[in-house]
T-cell receptor, first 114, second 111 residues
Framework: DVKVTQSSRYLVKRTGEKVFLECVQDMDHENMFWYRQDPGLGLRLIYFSYDVKMKEKGDIPEGYSVSREKKERFSLILESASTNQTSMYLC?????????????FGPGTRLLVL | QKEVEQDPGPLSVPEGAIVSLNCTYSNSAFQYFMWYRQYSRKGPELLMYTYSSGNKEDGRFTAQVDKSSKYISLFIRDSQPSDSATYLCAMSGQGAQKLVFGQGTRLTINP
């Protein structure tokens, strides 16, 4: 079974702090994704990566950056956390292909920024 | 207008009822259609996957795609309390590595 793990289930941070969210997958997937999920807004793509050291902006990249130094690991960075970044953050991975590839999700990190 | 529209609910039905969940979309290039189930405080997990138009059945679940109407459905027969979750539709086009998700419908099955 594909396993996607996220470093923390719950995090509480202060405004202005630098926050790192880590995601690791164990199935040698090339593609990795970071989403945030908010009530009434659904899943919104922040960034995705289709290879090591490669990244592309999603729909809401402002205030976030990412790092992918190893194939299995994809990090989301909040350079200076703000209260409007309080959310559920979900990481996912998939094989590259012709389209419609199933994405496998981690359990999510609930981030509260005070 | 959003590319994918899904009624967020909440939807509450008695145990044993037939449940119908739906999404509409605007992009005619979409060819791959999925339903994910997300239990509270968990990540989404793939429930059903359909390519192009038609029906697909898996146990109590049936996924239906009508590309001419740009409309997809998920039917749950003999619904159980364990089916209580948020259901998200997702879709993509040929060659696309990203999925476009609906907002999710929160479903509660009452014993």
């Amino acid at each position: 079974d594909v396993k996607v793990t996220q470093s923390s289930r719950y995090l509480v941070k202060r405004t202005g702090e630098k926050v790192f969210l880590e995601c690791v997958q164990d199935m040698d997937h090339e593609n990795m994704f970071w989403y945030r999920q908010d009530p009434g807004l659904g899943l919104r793509l922040i960034y995705f990566s289709y290879d090591v050291k490669m990244k592309e902006k999603g729909d809401i990249p402002e205030g976030y950056s990412v790092s992918r130094e190893k194939k299995e690991r994809f990090s989301l960075i909040l350079e200076s956390a703000s209260t409007n970044q309080t959310s559920m953050y979900l990481c996912a991975s998939s094989y590259p292909g012709t389209g419609g590839e199933t994405q496998y999700f981690g359990p999510g990190t609930r981030l509260l920024v005070l | 207008q959003k590319e994918v529209e899904q009624d967020p609910g909440p939807l509450s039905v008695p145990e044993g009822a037939i449940v119908s969940l739906n999404c509409t979309y605007s992009n005619s290039a979409f060819q791959y259609f999925m339903w994910y189930r997300q239990y509270s405080r968990k990540g989404p997990e793939l429930l059903m996957y359909t390519y192009s138009s038609g029906n697909k059945e898996d146990g109590r679940f049936t996924a239906q795609v009508d590309k001419s109407s740009k409309y997809i459905s998920l039917f749950i027969r003999d619904s159980q309390p364990s089916d209580s979750a948020t259901y998200l539709c997702a879709m993509s086009g040929q060659g696309a590595q990203k999925l476009v998700f609906g907002q999710g419908t929160r479903l509660t099955i009452n014993p």
